[in-house]
């Protein structure tokens, strides 16, 4: 039987992620079973592949065509957009008798039962030509909705480096982001923040400057410019442009000694110290948000680093979830806590259709478990019982479904918290997410620790790898009914034997 399997091409580079159309004609072999025997005509030249076809649904021992190897560890998308859909009939053979296959050497994609009942019967009751079969076969291929799912890309709620993929818009009230000017200024993009630090001192220079030339200009200091007789207001100013060094200069108490106020005027001095307030502020202002902008410890979340797929597998004779995080950092997180959220959308029983459900993945808040003492590399575990979403979900179905699952972990700066009884210190918060495609079902986490010179040491080039366990493939409901059966079978056996060991 592993002779007549299809072999790989040698140069995979020529072919790509599609099945491609072989250069040589390949001439089919036989397989058939006739009184517990098997005549088997090798093939003459099996240089290429065939076309990933799957056949037409089965209804006896064999069915014709190329059989395709087992089901991948990757996602489903992935295996339907390479193969073709299952009620796709399977190209004629060219020359010789078509080749048989039992039912268990061929591996069709999860079709709908609906569409894959009505393609069946209609392809029974009209058949086609072979050159229309083919082509209608191709066009069912590219606008297979499964098909058209894995070519485009899976939209995430939040992406793999935390950021959130939601945009805002339709906003009324724009009022609100102005009350709470101190935030809107620290969230902008940093090209716009260092736009409106320079605008503010630029403007109030310009404005104040522009009130000092219409002053001295008002008073006649301009036009008496070198006459020792003129008591000026504000001395030294010739123009616009010595104006404006005024204003610089007072704002920013340069102080040349060139350029001043005199006493002779009410109005210089009272401008003065109205530009002298409003700088203070916008020092006050610009400087604050300048320096929160620059210590916000938003770029510390950068170095916690989270495990690129997710585990399923026992631990402790019970069916977890598991996966990792680490710092790469030895100044370590400070109270930091972790937390799980699973989005997916649902329908209600009054049907109403609820597109981002949040629910909650219990990470072990009622033993304490989330509170984390992240030092090394962790392995985080979600225990998959009764009140868990996955309860009723095994390996087949978890494929079938779209879901996501963000994980989010805080904690304060040690560098910010320290004297914690003085300041709240500032909190440092990490984002990821994962998808149902992302999920290893029956895999477990290596060991990236090792004792060495006295002291632990972490191999972070060992943190994203994965080795495959013995896990049964069905759901934690299923396993858990099947060990109350047996546990049910045992003390039924149990007294039974007692009742015969008592005498008569």
Request: hydrophobic residues 35%; proline residues 7%.
């Amino acid at each position: 039987m592993l002779a007549y399997l299809p072999r790989p091409p040698t140069d995979t580079s020529r072919y790509g992620t599609f099945p491609q159309k072989p250069d040589l004609p390949a001439v089919p072999g036989v397989l058939l079973k006739d009184g517990g025997q098997q005549v088997a005509a090798t093939a003459a030249k099996r240089g290429a592949p065939m076309p990933n076809c799957p056949s037409a649904p089965r209804h006896s021992g064999f069915v014709t065509g190329e059989p395709s190897g087992p089901p991948s560890r990757g996602s489903l998308s992935t295996q339907q957009h390479r193969g073709r859909p299952s009620w796709c009939p399977p190209p004629a053979p060219q020359g010789g008798v078509p080749r048989l296959y039992p039912l268990h050497a061929l591996s069709v994609a999860n079709i709908p039962n609906s569409s894959r009942g009505k393609t069946s019967a209609r392809s029974s009751t009209n058949p086609t030509p072979e050159g229309l079969q083919s082509r209608r076969c191709k066009l069912l291929e590219e606008d297979s909705p499964m098909v058209q799912a894995g070519k485009r890309q899976r939209q995430r709620y939040v992406t793999k480096v935390g950021k959130c993929q939601v945009n805002l818009g339709n906003i009324q009230d724009k009022k609100r982001f102005l009350s709470d000017i101190f935030t809107t200024i620290v969230d902008l993009k940093y090209r716009w923040f260092l736009f409106v630090f320079m605008m503010c001192y630029i403007i109030t220079w310009v404005v104040f400057g522009f009130i000092y030339f219409f002053d001295a200009w008002v008073r006649g200091d301009i036009g008496h410019q070198g006459d020792p007789e003129w008591q000026a207001c504000i001395e030294n100013v010739d123009g616009f442009v010595s104006a404006l060094l005024l204003s610089v200069e007072s704002q920013r108490t340069i102080g040349y000694g060139t350029r001043m106020v005199t006493a002779n005027c009410a109005e210089g001095v009272i401008l003065l110290m109205a530009q002298s307030i409003v700088g203070s502020m916008i020092d006050a202002m610009m400087v604050g948000c300048m320096f929160v902008k620059i210590s916000r410890p938003k770029k510390r979340a950068q170095t916690l680093i989270f495990s690129k797929n997710c585990v399923i597998s026992h631990r402790d004779e019970k069916l977890c979830l598991m996966f990792r995080v680490g710092d790469l950092r030895e100044s370590h997180m400070v109270d930091a806590k972790i937390r799980a959220k699973l989005i997916k959308s649902r329908q209600t029983a009054e049907g109403e259709f609820i597109p981002l459900e949040q629910s909650e993945l219990n990470l072990g808040y009622d033993t304490g478990e989330d509170r984390l003492f992240l030092v090394e590399p962790q392995i985080i575990c979600h225990v998959i019982n009764r009140h868990s979403p996955f309860w009723d979900m095994s390996a087949e179905s978890l494929r079938r479904e779209q879901f996501e699952i963000i994980i989010i972990l805080e904690g304060i700066v040690e560098a910010t918290g320290k004297c914690h009884c003085l300041a709240a210190g500032m909190t440092c918060q990490a984002r990821t997410s994962y998808t149902e495609d992302e999920i290893l079902w029956g895999y477990r986490f290596e060991p990236c620790m090792s004792l060495e010179k006295g002291a632990f040491q972490v191999d972070y080039s060992r943190f994203e790898m994965t080795f495959e366990v013995q896990t049964p493939a069905a759901s934690a409901k299923e396993l858990h009914e099947l060990k109350e059966l047996e546990q049910q079978e045992h003390s039924t056996l149990s007294l039974y034997w007692d009742h015969l060991l008592q005498p008569c």
